[in-house]
T-cell receptor
Framework: NAGVTQTPKFQVLKTGQSMTLQCAQD?????MSWYRQDPGMGLRLIHY???????DQGEVPNGYNVSRSTTEDFPLRLLSAAPSQTSVYFC???????????FGSGTRLTVV | AQSVTQLGSHVSVSEGALVLLRCNYS??????LFWYVQYPNQGLQLLLK??????LVKGINGFEAEFKKSETSFHLTKPSAHMSDAAEYFC???????????FGQGTTLQVKP
């Protein structure tokens, strides 16, 4: 199993550009989440999904969209990048709520 | 909504000393609790989890945590710190009704020789 795969690992965007961060898992996990990590703020939940076709907002959803058309994939879209979205983004997946999430290696995004 | 508070953003110990990282949670129902470790420039790795079985949970790398319902705590301990334990540690709670995983703000562990 590859686990949770995130692409790209690094990205630089200009303010106003849009892009999609990719996340794929091959463990047949129903639960998937996106987090952003900023110094001193821990990991903050952006969006999450409990299965294909079901998504919901987390703590900091503004400026981000998600969809879950398959069990395996959970892409995160930045609609119009802003410098405040400079962060490290992590995707994670889990079999169920008591199993613990498996994390990807992260995407480091810089918006200039 | 459930939440997690980690007391102390930085903890410094000498090699061989006891490691104690504190975590308190708020939950109206029995929670699922987790500790994760993050080494520099890496993703998060699950250390251990509490899912209402034994209150003393053993994890990887010699770490363990004790669930205390009366204190709403889930502190992480290791009897003897090693230099390789230097990392950031996160406590997290899984919301019982949604499955969302909510993190504390993290504690950076420094191990001095």
């Amino acid at each position: 199993n590859a686990g949770v795969t995130q692409t790209p690992k690094f990205q630089v965007l200009k303010t106003g550009q849009s892009m999609t961060l990719q996340c794929a898992q091959d463990m047949n996990h129903e639960y998937m989440s996106w987090y952003r990590q900023d110094p001193g703020m821990g990991l903050r939940l952006i969006h999450y999904s409990v299965g294909a076709g079901i998504t919901d907002q987390g703590e900091v959803p503004n400026g981000y969209n998600v969809s879950r058309s398959t069990t395996e994939d959970f892409p995160l879209r930045l609609l119009s990048a802003a410098p405040s979205q400079t962060s490290v983004y992590f995707c994670a997946s889990s079999y169920d709520r008591e199993d613990g999430y498996t994390f990807g290696s992260g995407t480091r995004l810089t918006v200039v | 909504a459930q939440s997690v508070t980690q007391l102390g953003s930085h903890v410094s110990v000498s090699e061989g000393a006891l490691v104690l990282l504190r975590c308190n949670y708020s939950s109206s129902v029995p929670p699922y609790l987790f500790w994760y470790v993050q080494y520099p420039n890496q993703g998060l790795q699950l250390l251990l989890k509490y899912t209402s079985a034994a209150t003393l949970v053993k994890g990887i790398n010699g770490f363990e945590a004790e669930f205390k319902k009366s204190e709403t705590s889930f502190h992480l301990t290791k009897p003897s710190a090693h230099m390789s334990d230097a990392a950031e540690y996160f406590c997290a709670v899984s919301e019982s009704n949604t499955g969302k995983l909510i993190f504390g703000q993290g504690t950076t562990l420094q191990v001095k020789p």
